[in-house]
Antibody, heavy 121, light 110 residues
Framework: QLQLQVSGPGLVKPSETLSLTCTVS?????????WAWIRQAPGKGLEWIGS???????HDNPSLRSRVTISVDTANNQFSLKLDSVTVADTAVYYC??????????????WGQGTLVTVAS | QFLLTQPPSASGTPGQRVTISCSGS????????VSWYLQLPGTAPEFVIH???DRPSGVPDRFSASKSGTSASLAISGLRSEDEGDYYC???????????FGGGTKLTVL
């Protein structure tokens, strides 16, 4: 059964870079799927951050594009998120997910457990 | 606020049929599939179904999805207590080049 696990610091200082990794187990990341990052601010709705194909092709949320870097490490079955110049507005639970339909506009299934990242000094 | 509009709450008694609506526009629901997710408190969302009626093997066929024009619906028949939670709809938006989500509907089984 495919599982995704998010890892990374739970606390980031304002203006610094948020870095998270999603490790895929129970299947290969090189499976012609897109892999996505989604976040949810406390008590708020869901926000797509971006998606990456195993070749490295990415599609990003236009409102975050200037600060987002998503990369893939097929050797370690992982993909990563970097979000630059964070502010308190970036405080959220960050999820990773697979997009099994073969496109970045396909549904998300399954999701990783998510990790809360707090931006504070 | 949210580009897909959902009712904030819905409820039903065990065995009943409940429908949750999701209203959008041509550039999202009108053009693309709509997927539905269930989120329990403190947990990640889980994919339930999308409007091509494709659901994971663990999701019972009591759940069905449909769309018409710029609106979509999730129907749950034979309502059970374990169906409680927050349901979100989502769709790709061709104009925004972005995913859009509903604000969520809290389903309560009375």
């Amino acid at each position: 059964q495919l599982q995704l696990q998010v890892s990374g610091p739970g606390l980031v200082k304002p203006s610094e870079t948020l870095s998270l990794t999603c490790t895929v187990s129970g299947g290969s990341i090189s499976s012609f799927y897109y892999w996505a990052w989604i976040r949810q601010a406390p008590g708020k709705g869901l926000e797509w951050i971006g998606s990456i194909f195993d070749t490295g092709t990415t599609h990003d949320n236009p409102s975050l594009r200037s600060r987002v870097t998503i990369s893939v490490d097929t050797a370690n079955n992982q993909f990563s998120l970097k979000l630059d110049s964070v502010t308190v507005a970036d405080t959220a639970v960050y999820y990773c997910a697979r997009q099994p339909g073969g496109s970045w506009y396909d549904w998300f299934d399954p999701w990783g457990q998510g990790t809360l990242v707090t931006v504070a000094s | 606020q949210f580009l897909l509009t959902q009712p904030p709450s819905a409820s039903g008694t065990p065995g009943q049929r409940v429908t949750i609506s999701c209203s959008g526009s041509y550039s999202n629901i009108g053009t693309n599939t709509v997927s539905w997710y269930l989120q329990l408190p403190g947990t990640a969302p889980e994919f339930v179904i999308h409007t091509n009626d494709d659901r994971p093997s663990g999701v019972p066929d009591r759940f069905s999805a449909s769309k018409s024009g710029t609106s979509a619906s999730l129907a749950i028949s034979g309502l059970r207590s374990e169906d409680e939670g927050d349901y979100y709809c989502a769709s790709w938006d061709d104009s925004l080049n972005n995913w859009v989500f509903g604000g969520g509907t809290k389903l309560t089984v009375l």
